[in-house]
């Protein structure tokens, strides 16, 4: 099995990191969360004021601090950062992991060869899964993390070893450091173990402990997170007070539902376009596990905690219509495959528990035709997840991928247009960049906030020339320009997104005539969709 789980693990690594270097270096299609997650990690190292906490705390941590070995060498080699190689590097062995957990799932629940294999196949190959496992975001660790833990759970159900529950909890809290949308499976987790213990001891002690060691590592990655943040920045969770949260890019960008029915109903389209079968599979699980008293899919319900989160949080008008937000229904489909086999073998276990629950050696009802039906629901769901992904209703973010897809040779003249504006998305910021390096500036000579100019410094060859909000000095040096030294700063239009750059609220006026601080150098018109036109003005001294 191990053998089998490292090749299964460096074949995905391979096709992930293929896709992920082709749509960044031939195709230069980059997402802006991972290329702003690379270029807050180049400013921890090589920033003119390097210090681990420029990684900022608007975004809980894991996937830039998993960066930063790679991020290392792009002082050697620029590329990495430009083109946002570091997060493909780290979201491709993260994708590959959750690959081979759910091939583990399988092998644990002794599900036939056939299965095993199209389970774990139909979820590589799933058109999210294979971007998200190519793009640097944080999708490859959430998944990977909560795959982990629901196959820690699953076996807990069988083994009551209590090893299981432990590394449960910590998959959990490492997820929780890659996204916030963790804590919800965390709850539900630690709801369910102690539920479960409850019912087989009756005993409030034993549940309140077993559900203590699940949700102990959350607890504490939470607290330590927002505690750094306050200690550092005086702002506990800058996800929802900061400028740069969140909850400001929502209100700045007119972002969120205004709830209701048509919210809820949203949600649920884009559950059914990633997992079209999942409506299907869900309930014929149900029924299989009452009448089998088999209680391995209730560890499900951590994914299942997951989907309703984002559907609550996009009803409460807190998130954007992202189809990412719904991934977690692609490994929920795959583990509601995995259930309608009957359980068989024994999933192994350091330390079995009082309350193991031997499986048979012959399980009845083989279930065959209904193992049939769902593999056939996840092959036919692939095609169905891709032409959603093309949709720009249900898919806002991925929909541009269709201009370099057989399947989009066809649409209209305007939307191909626009399609291939979107793939051209941080052109001009890589423009803008060159053109500052041309000048052979010292370091300090560029001031500009990180709110749109985060491609600007992840394309530069020379990152210690620009003055970021990541400096301890930024507010002295922003307060006075000439006085430090800045010969340049970059201004984009006080509107949306852009109220919140701080170069912006320091000098309302900036962007219109210079707020007699500077004169215009050059105007930057951007070819890239909801991208602001930059303006480079020169100091005067």
């Not at 644990?108 to 060869?113: E, H, I, K, L």
Request: net charge neutral.
């Amino acid at each position: 099995m191990r053998s089998t789980g490292a090749r299964l693990f460096w074949a995905a690594t391979a096709v992930y990191l293929a896709i992920g270097i082709w749509l960044a270096v031939d195709v230069h299609y980059l997402q802006g969360d991972a290329l702003s997650r690379a270029s807050s990690t180049r400013a921890v190292l090589f920033s003119r004021d390097p210090h681990l906490a420029a990684i900022g705390f608007v975004f809980t941590p894991l996937t830039a601090l998993v960066q930063l070995p790679v991020v290392a060498l792009s002082d050697w080699w620029p590329p990495i950062t430009r083109w946002g190689l570091s997060g493909v590097l780290m979201s491709a062995p993260f994708m590959a992991g959750a690959v081979v957990q759910i091939h583990g799932i399988a092998t644990d629940r002794g599900c036939p060869a056939w299965l095993r294999w199209t389970v774990t196949a139909t979820f590589a190959l799933h058109p999210m899964i294979l971007y998200y496992g190519a793009n640097g975001m944080s999708e490859a660790p959430f998944l990977m993390l909560l795959c982990w833990a629901l196959r820690r759970l699953i076996r807990w159900f069988t083994t009551d070893d209590v090893h299981d529950l432990v590394f449960a909890g910590l998959a959990l809290a490492l997820a929780y450091l890659a996204r916030y949308d963790a804590l919800a499976a965390a709850a539900a987790a630690t709801a369910l173990v102690g539920a479960v213990v409850w019912y087989r001891r009756r005993d409030p002690r034993a549940a309140l402990l077993d559900g203590i060691i699940v949700a102990l590592p959350s607890a504490l990655a939470f607290a330590v997170w927002t505690a750094t943040s306050w200690l550092i920045t005086g702002e506990a969770l800058q996800q929802f007070s900061s400028q740069y949260g969140n909850a400001a890019i929502l209100e700045q960008s007119g972002g969120g539902s205004d709830g209701g029915a048509a919210a809820l109903a949203f949600s649920a389209a884009e559950i059914v376009a990633v997992a079209p079968a999942l409506a299907l599979l869900l309930p014929v699980v149900a029924v299989l596990a009452r009448r089998r008293r088999d209680p391995e899919p209730l560890a499900a319900m951590i994914l299942l905690a997951v989907l309703g989160f984002a559907a609550l949080a996009y009803f409460r008008g807190l998130t954007f219509p992202f189809l990412r937000f719904y991934l977690c229904a692609v490994p929920l489909l795959a583990a509601a495959a995995v259930f309608l086999a009957p359980r068989s073998g024994q999933p192994p276990a350091r330390r079995p528990g009082a309350h193991m629950r031997p499986r048979p050696a012959d399980p009845p009802n083989p279930a065959g035709l209904l193992q049939g039906v769902g593999a056939a629901g996840l092959v036919l769901g692939l095609p169905i997840a891709l032409t959603a992904m093309f949709s720009p209703t249900l898919s806002q973010e991925q929909h541009a991928l269709a201009a370099i897809s057989v399947l989009g040779q066809d649409q209209p003249a305007a939307l191909r247009s626009e399609r291939e504006r979107t793939l051209g998305t941080f052109a001009t910021e890589r423009a803008l960049a060159d053109y500052l390096d041309a000048k052979s500036l010292p370091p300090g000579s560029v001031l500009m906030d990180t709110v749109y100019g985060f491609a600007v410094f992840a394309a530069s060859d020379n990152p210690r020339q620009f003055v970021l909000p990541s400096d301890e000095d930024f507010t002295r040096i922003l307060n006075d320009p000439a006085a430090y030294g800045v010969r340049y700063i970059l201004s984009v239009p006080a509107t949306g997104r852009g109220t919140s750059d701080a170069v912006n609220r320091r000098f309302p006026t900036l962007y219109e005539n210079g707020a007699q601080l500077a004169t215009l150098d050059v105007e930057v018109p951007n070819s890239g969709p909801n991208q602001p036109t930059w303006r480079v003005w020169r100091v005067v001294e």
